[in-house]
C-alpha cells in the first residue's frame, strides 16, 4: 500500500468519521517560522497541529527525539488520534516534517497512517477549502505502544558499522554529508559515518512538492549505491529528513526501514564517534 494519498482522495474523504487530518509543520530555527503560528492562520478543515518538539523527550537536548510510549499515548490521545482511524499528516512546504510525524506514529504502534503528497502547499494551489485558528477534538483513550524495529539508537549505528547487516543512508546535502559546509547546529563536527550512503532529501521529492514516482526513486537510490534488496537505516541531521527518506523507501515496498532517531544532532557530537569527509 502506498504511504501517500493525494489531495483529492483527502478532499473527497473529510468530515468521514473514520478520518482524522493532522498539520505537522516544522521549521528549522534559522528559517525564523512557527509551525504553530502558520497552523492557527490556516490549515485544511479539522486538523490538529502536532508539534515534534513537544512531543518529545524533555529529557535530553536532543531535538524532538521520540519521547516515552506512554507520553507519547497521552500527547496523540490528546489531539483525538486513535489507531482505529485513517490518519493523514501534511506539512506546509510538501513533505518534511510530515514524513517524521508519519515515522513517530508507526514507531508507536499506529499502522493507518498516510501523508498527504504535496502537502499544504499543493493543497493551496488547488484553492481547496481552508480553516483558521485552533482545532480542539474529542480526547481519545491510547494504550502505549512501540514497535523497536523502525528505531535505531548510536549504539545500534556503531553496531551496524562492525557487522554492515544495514546501510546507513545520510539524507543531508552533498556538501554536510562531505563536511565542506557546517552544520547548522552549533558545537557539531562535520563529515559522515564511515560507509554510509548519501541520499539528499530533497533528490527524492519534485518541483511541486510531491514524491517522485517509484521508479524514479529507485533510480535515486541505486545511483547513490544503495542495494534496495538489503536492510536500510536513514539518518539526517535530527531525524526529520531520514523520516522523508522511509517514506520514499516506503513507497518502494520497503515499509520497515529504521531511522536513526539522534542523527547527526546526536552522532555529530558524541567524542568518540568515527566520521569520515569526502564524498
Known amino acids: 500500500m502506498d504511504p501517500l494519498v493525494s489531495t483529492e482522495w483527502l478532499a473527497q474523504r473529510l468530515g468521514a468519521p473514520d478520518l482524522r487530518v493532522v498539520d505537522g509543520s516544522w521549521f528549522m530555527p534559522a528559517e525564523a517560522r512557527s509551525g504553530r503560528e502558520e497552523y492557527r492562520q490556516v490549515h485544511i478543515p479539522g486538523a490538529v497541529f502536532f508539534d515534534i518538539d513537544a512531543i518529545a523527550d524533555r529529557t535530553t537536548d536532543l531535538p524532538h527525539m521520540l519521547p516515552t510510549p506512554e507520553a507519547f499515548a497521552h500527547a496523540v490521545g490528546a489531539l483525538g ?25 508507526r514507531a508507536m504502534g499506529f499502522t493507518r497512517v498516510f501523508v498527504l503528497d504535496g502537502g499544504l502547499k499543493k493543497w493551496l494551489s488547488e484553492a481547496r477549502h481552508v480553516e483558521t485558528g485552533e482545532v480542539h477534538p474529542r480526547a481519545a483513550q491510547v ?42 547546529r552549533a558545537g557539531l ?57 522511509a517514506l520514499a523507501l516506503a513507497r518502494l515496498g520497503r515499509d520497515r526501514t529504521a531511522v536513526y532517531d539522534g542523527s547527526w544532532a546526536e552522532w555529530g557530537a558524541l567524542a568518540d564517534a568515527p566520521i569520515v569527509t569526502g564524498p
Open 189 to 245: 563536527k562535520s563529515g559522515h559515518m564511515p560507509g554510509a550512503a548519501n541520499v539528499p532529501f530533497d533528490q527524492v521529492i519534485g518541483s511541486d512538492g510531491t514524491l517522485r514516482s517509484a521508479d524514479e526513486l529507485t533510480a535515486i537510490f541505486q545511483a547513490a549505491g544503495v542495494d534496495l534488496a538489503k536492510p536500510i537505516v536513514t539518518t539526517c541531521g535530527s531525524g526529520v529528513t531520514a523520516s522523508v527518506l
Open 81 to 105: 488520534l486513535s489507531r482505529d482511524v485513517d490518519i493523514v499528516v501534511y506539512d506546509s512546504l510538501g513533505i518534511r516534517a510530515a514524513a517524521r510525524v508519519w515515522w513517530s506514529l
Open 143 to 184: 494504550a502505549p505502544a512501540f514497535d523497536p524495529g523502525l528505531v535505531r539508537c548510536s549504539d545500534d549505528v556503531r553496531g551496524l558499522l562492525d557487522s554492515q547487516d544495514a546501510r546507513l543512508v545520510d539524507a543531508r546535502s552533498a556538501a554536510r554529508f562531505a563536511g565542506d559546509a557546517p552544520e547548522p
